[in-house]
């Protein structure tokens, strides 16, 4: 299995990340991916940064699936870093080729495809998520298959979708977004993606968390530095975590079986 992974973030962001000791996201999904398949080749693309030359159409045609990180960016903000990642996801959405994303790669394949993206009226969704329940569609998904109802993951963002393209079934929302999960059929491909995080850790979470604190606290999404670093300290006591996301296997579950439904596309060639 041949995969490509596309990085949400520019080269300025990652720089920043890692120097405070957080992994590029096209790494975190590509430990992700072989702990799901070991034995798939991953590439990884970086539409954000302006230098970056993006492979053609016959070369995505290439690959099995495309998957899409998350970002630090918004895509309400008209900014090359921005623009960029949407000409490309129209790209991937030509090439005929399984895609998925999280968070960001869910609001890029919403607006590529017609719908909106804006800020939640509920504000910043971070850490543990509120409870995700699935839809009739998503209880009936093939990405959906391994996992139980009424379930929490890892998330971070401010932005959700507003307002849903055609040719779309929403297959899980909670009290904060009314899309945690979707899928999309547009031009040639099929985009499955969700709101959350399924690819983090509890402690990358953490890190994430400790990196973001004075944003945080600046943007009015927490009240101090302190209630912060409780949240990432709580990230990384077992004791305060749901068992579908300490355990990363169950954490992963719907891209699992994103990939299953990939290879069994791959055996019908």
């Not at 720089?15 to 096209?26: A, K, N, Q, T, V």
């Not at 040639?188 to 944003?215: C, N, T, W």
């Not at 300490?246 to 079986?257: K, P, V």
Request: a negative charge.
């Amino acid at each position: 299995m041949k995969l490509l992974v596309v990085e949400g973030n520019n080269e300025e962001t990652r720089e920043l990340r890692g120097s405070f000791g957080i992994l590029p996201y096209h790494l975190l999904f590509k430990v992700m991916l072989h702990f799901l398949e070991p034995s798939a080749i991953v590439n990884s693309v970086f539409p954000a940064d302006d230098r970056e030359e993006l492979p053609t159409l016959n070369e995505l045609q290439k690959y099995d699936g495309v998957l899409w990180t998350g970002s630090s960016l918004s895509v309400l903000d008209n900014i090359p870093s921005v623009n960029n990642q949407l000409n490309f996801g129209e790209q991937v959405f030509r090439s005929g080729v399984p895609f998925y994303g999280s968070c960001w790669g869910l609001q890029i394949a919403t607006v590529v495809s017609g719908g909106k993206v804006g800020n939640s009226k509920n504000g910043l969704e971070f850490g543990i998520s509120e409870s995700v329940q699935l839809t009739e569609e998503g209880l009936k998904s093939p990405y959906f298959t391994d996992r139980k109802n009424n379930f929490k993951s890892l998330c971070i963002h401010f932005d959700e979708v507003v307002k849903i393209p055609e040719n779309t079934n929403i297959l899980a929302y909670n009290i904060h977004s009314e899309v945690q999960a979707m899928t999309i059929d547009y031009k040639r491909s099929q985009f499955f993606g969700v709101q959350y995080h399924p690819e983090f850790r509890p402690q990358d979470m953490s890190l994430i968390a400790s990196f973001l604190a004075k944003s945080l606290v600046s943007k009015g999404a927490f009240s101090s530095l302190e209630e912060v670093e409780e949240i990432s300290n709580n990230l990384l006591d077992q004791s305060e975590i749901p068992n579908e996301i300490a355990d990363y296997g169950l954490h992963t579950q719907e891209i699992r079986s994103w990939l299953d439904f990939i290879k069994e596309g791959i055996k019908k060639k």
